[in-house]
């Protein structure tokens, strides 16, 4: 049994100041141990062995599972054979945790079944009293191995009373559960009285959502005390009817609780289809996510390194392109040239038809520009009408043929727009990387010296730097 660590009633403080809060292996020993003494009585119809379960069970109250009798057992065995005498998974480590109140009433609880059956066992109802110690036996069992839960439902019936005698129901309904595994949680399952104290024995108790009712845990540990019942009867019942009555019962039980198990099973493999076809999706939700910031993030480095309007790169990039060559420049061979274009008669046509026309006319030098250079040079727009391309790893008689190709396209281009024709040109200053140069401020002055020459010299030409 496990419950996180509510409030000790005040009724119990007085009785629970010299408790010592037990540990998970002690208090499964316990029940172990009360549950076999309790089926040995039963099989035996040795009263003696009641009175055996009562004692422990009375001083237990006083002293605590810490410290009562199989515990100290425990601890002895465990300090002469370094051996532990049980062993807790960390799965099911929750079913053993208790607080100091749930230990108080967990073994009153006890004291009151076994005090019961002497009573009985006294007054002359043998069979009645052996039948409390059947249910005591099953109990205890199923609290050692299963973390049965009516010890906390007993424990939540004297809160809440206390509660309602206290009119302290507003702080039921804002509780918030406090336990030593987890630390604080808020409520997941408001419908379950269990789990809105708190009580969750099982790991998949913290996110259900069903009333304890249809609890499968519930049902089954509810199911194996009645035909746990029934099975002991045998031992008493001696009427063949009876034993035949008896045995119809418990297969019909059987049946059911078998029928629930597997109606469960086809609800979680329904479930477990539900949530691969969830996961499927949401994996190839995550993947297309993925490619669409993939491409998200191709544009937005494609829009910081190239002219949205000509598709050529952008300033910032094509000098970042010169600085890498010019770094990477070999003194004894040059093969970098850096050839500066400007467009003859762009402004004129600019101001006769627009700035569509003019961007249209850019396109299209853009173009030519780019069929003339193919893969022998990298092309930038500056700005403006104001292009450059750096020449690598080519001769500068290679480049100086590029940029006489591009002069005779863009005089023989014919420009038409609105049914209006414009002659174009272009004015090209070439000039070489030089080891020299002390950084790309110098090339770039040359080659822009190159094509003032030009435009002075006739305009639509290459001149190369001197």
Known sequence: MQLGFLEVPKSLKGSTRMYKEALPSHVKFQRIVMGWLAIASLFFREIDLVWLFFAITFFSIFLGTEY????????????????DLVHISEHHVRYYQINTSMDVIDHILRLMASLMALIFYYSGAEIIAWSVVSFLSVFMMLSAYFGFCLSALSYIGLENLRKKFKSDLSAQSSFTCVSSIGGARSHLNEN?????QCFTPYKRCDSCHITISECLGTKFNSTVIIIGLLLAAFLFVENQTFIQLNILLIMGLIFWLGYQINYTTDELAQSNDANITLNTKLKNHALSLEAEVKRRTADIEYMATHDMLTGLYNRFSFEKILIDAFEGMDAARPSSHLAFIDLDKFKAINDAVGHLAGDRLLCDMSSIFAQSVGQKGSIGRLGGDEFAILFQDVTQQEALNVCQEICEKAGAYDFIWE????????????????????????????ADQACYVAKKSGRNQVRLHA
């Open 192 to 196: 379950c009285i269990l789990a809105k």
């Open 68 to 83: 009562s009798l199989p515990t100290l057992f425990y601890k002895l065995f465990r300090a002469v054979f370094s051996r």
């Open 419 to 446: 049914e209006q024709h414009f002659s174009i040109g272009a004015s090209i200053g070439l000039a070489t990387l030089d080891a020299s140069m002390q950084d790309i401020k110098a090339v770039m002055h040359h």
